[in-house]
């Protein structure tokens, strides 16, 4: 089994900056791409940022220019540093790892996810 834990939540005002950090731990032999996903009440999740695991990065209109995303690949951990942020970016963010564990083949590799870690932006 795979757990994935994100810690860096929290509150701050509009203009603020958080970093997001996700640990992926438990039997895993590769993990492909890592991202970040949030959602909003009442909205569906949506993509924020994704890297794979050469670091080709991929963001939504909506944090480009104002987050990065980065990993280390030997410690299975994902970040994301937001800047600028807006009462808009309030949501539960979750960390997701596309993994293959140990003793599995290839084909059968398995997204993952974190449990979520809450991002409120005061205005």
């Known amino acids: 089994q795979v757990q994935l834990v994100e810690s860096g939540g929290g509150l701050v005002q509009a203009g603020g900056s958080l970093r997001l950090s996700c640990v992926a731990s438990?039997?895993?032999?590769?993990?492909?791409?890592m991202g970040w996903f949030r959602q909003a009440p009442g909205k569906q999740r949506e993509l924020v940022a994704s890297?794979?695991?050469?670091?080709?990065?991929t963001y939504s209109n909506s944090v480009k220019g104002r987050s990065t995303i980065s990993r280390d690949n030997a410690k299975n951990t994902v970040y994301l540093q937001m800047n600028s942020l807006k009462p808009e970016d309030t949501a539960v963010y979750y960390c997701?790892?596309?993994?293959?564990?140990?003793?599995?083949?290839?084909?059968?590799?398995?997204?993952?996810w974190g449990q979520g870690t809450q991002v409120t932006v005061s205005s």
């Open positions: 438990g039997s895993i032999f590769s993990i492909n791409a």
């Open positions: 997701n790892a596309n993994v293959r564990e140990i003793n599995l083949s290839e084909l059968r590799r398995k997204d993952y």
């Open positions: 890297i794979t695991s050469g670091g080709t990065t």
